[in-house]
């Protein structure tokens, strides 16, 4: 005589349909371990797309199955797997790695400046440090170089809510650029620099897909060295362009040059002191 509760074979039927309940939805979350019961694959989760699912076995055999209902079993019961929750974002950056300012409208600029020596280095300050001077109101202003400088700040007239950052090429110890920032005395001025021959250098040479910045013999310009014996042609323009193009962050630059202009900017924002 046959139960009337069940049929010839107790494990007939739809496994995937059970009589009480709903099948949870559980995120492929990497390193859950769930079974494909029509193969028999059973294997923990390495990887998990719109394609479907990615398992590997203890011996490191890899299979991917497709996300169906009720298409896997975890600790012998079945499951639907999902795609993971994408994880939260993080707030926007900016180039030069500080919180990204949304909606940011133009304000009138401060009195305070930041110099640079040349065209190339208020290009580079203003591609990976542009957001952060908007916001702060602060103008990056060019010089020819800085043979002039003592008469450059006694003409800026720096004051304690008008102060001036300078940025160095080469400002190492004996060099000449260092005897030139010595003669600036203002509190309200600071003089810093990089160590580097040219602002170039401060681009990392990883970044422009060079293993190092060439050594240029003395009595060679240095821009025009470089280009020559890196083979890219004698256009010190179109270096450059390729130079800049190739920075798109903080990260492709020395971290040299990262703490000056960082400290620079610091400065000029800075409220006026007791002292002041």
């Not at 049929?7 to 007939?12: A, I, T």
């Not at 919180?99 to 580079?124: P, T």
């Not at 950052?165 to 600036?184: F, M, P, T, W, Y």
């Not at 083979?231 to 630059?253: E, F, H, Q």
Request: overall charge negative; some cysteine.
């Amino acid at each position: 005589m046959q139960s009337k509760d069940y049929g010839n074979d107790v494990l007939s039927g739809d496994w995937r349909r059970p009589r009480k309940g709903r099948i949870p939805e559980v995120p492929a979350e990497p390193g859950l371990v769930a079974e494909d019961p029509d193969s028999g694959f059973c294997g923990a989760v390495v990887g998990c797309d719109k394609f479907g699912v990615t398992l590997e076995d203890r011996f490191g055999k890899r299979r991917v199955f497709p996300l169906t209902k009720s298409g896997f079993l975890i600790d012998g019961k079945p499951v639907t797997l999902v795609r993971p929750s994408a994880a939260p974002k993080g707030p926007a950056r900016s180039a030069s790695g500080s919180i990204a300012v949304q909606g940011l409208r133009a304000q009138v600029a401060k009195e305070s400046r930041i110099y640079v020596e040349g065209v190339h280095d208020a290009e580079l300050v203003e591609k990976i440090w542009g957001h952060d001077l908007r916001v702060e109101g602060v103008v990056v202003e060019y010089l020819e170089g800085v043979d002039d400088l003592p008469a450059i700040v006694e003409e800026f007239g720096p004051e304690a809510d008008r102060r001036l950052g300078v940025l160095v090429d080469h400002l190492v110890d004996g060099s000449k650029e260092s005897r030139i920032a010595a003669q600036v005395s203002s509190p309200h001025v600071l003089v810093t620099g990089h160590p580097f021959i040219d602002i170039w250098e401060a681009v990392k040479p990883a970044s422009v897909g060079v293993r190092a910045w060439p050594r240029v013999p003395r009595g060679i310009p240095w821009k025009e060295g470089v280009v020559a014996e890196l083979g890219w042609g004698d256009d010190t323009g179109a270096a450059w362009k390729r130079i800049l193009g190739s920075v798109n962050a903080y990260t492709d630059l020395e971290p040299t040059l990262l703490g000056r202009v960082e400290e620079l900017i610091d400065f000029v924002t800075a409220p006026p002191g007791p002292n002041d």
